[in-house]
């Protein structure tokens, strides 16, 4: 299942190149057009670059709700579950698959980034520690993504389920700071999940100040993950029961 989940991955080129294209033509936007008026303390490029990750993951992830969506109802799965496989084999490899996506996606935003004058002061360690991190969110979204699919009556339907992942990163300390939004939206940026990963990734690469963030973006992450896993599978087995 993980093979044919790469193969289709991989044969699908507009989601992969959207998933690349998108996200450096926001890196370029906010860059090149938005960043000279946008006071961050630091250079904009490295403050922008975290959020920039992690709206790569959110893009890559989301168009895994489509795929499985596809599955559900164009009865793959029902001709799937005749084959003597683990009954959630298919999410399984759809997630694998959206990891190797992202993989591919996050390395040539980090390549451009770099030729866009990111410089990031973090060390081997610190690379290791965000690459883990991402690596966890991209799982746990993907988990997430792949219950929205099953629960979808179409692949239009699945991405509009799905269009909140790709929202929510607007909504953190991605692009601005916190402090400069109005006061009835602050506390939404800084107390939702995906604020304590990009700052925790943002603390590591460019040394800002960590405070709670690492403990809050592992918690947030893992306690993503489990719920997601759980309904996914729940959702599938009940779907697929009928």
């Not at 790469?6 to 998933?19: I, K, P, Y």
Request: aromatic share 8%.
């Amino acid at each position: 299942m993980i093979d044919r989940s790469v193969r289709l991955a991989r044969r699908n080129a507009d989601t992969v190149f959207a998933s690349i294209l998108l996200p450096l033509l926001m890196m370029a936007l906010f860059v090149y057009v938005f960043g000279g008026a946008i006071d961050t303390g630091t250079e904009y490029v490295n403050y922008v670059v975290p959020g920039i990750l992690l709206l790569t993951t959110g893009y890559g992830a989301a168009s895994t709700a489509m795929v499985v969506a596809d599955d559900m109802n164009s009865g793959m799965i029902d001709r799937l579950r005749s084959l003597p496989i683990h009954s959630f084999a298919v999410l399984t490899g759809h997630v694998v698959a959206s990891v190797a996506r992202n993989a591919t996606a996050t390395t040539i935003v980090i390549l451009a980034s770099l030729a866009m004058g990111f410089r990031p002061a973090g060390g081997v360690l610190d690379w290791l520690a965000a690459i883990g991190l991402l690596l966890l969110y991209v799982v746990a979204l993907s988990w997430l993504a792949a219950g929205l699919g099953v629960v979808a009556k179409t692949v239009e339907s699945a991405s509009t389920l799905s269009f909140f992942m790709l929202f929510l990163p607007y909504l953190s300390s991605a692009f601005v700071r916190p402090e400069s939004m109005p006061a009835w939206l602050r506390p939404i940026s800084e107390h939702q999940p995906i604020t304590p990963v990009i700052e925790t990734v943002r603390s590591l690469l460019i040394g800002t100040p960590m405070e709670n963030n690492g403990r809050l973006a592992l918690a947030w992450c893992c306690g993503l993950l489990l719920i997601s896993i759980v309904l996914a599978t729940s959702l599938y087995r009940r779907r697929t029961s009928r």
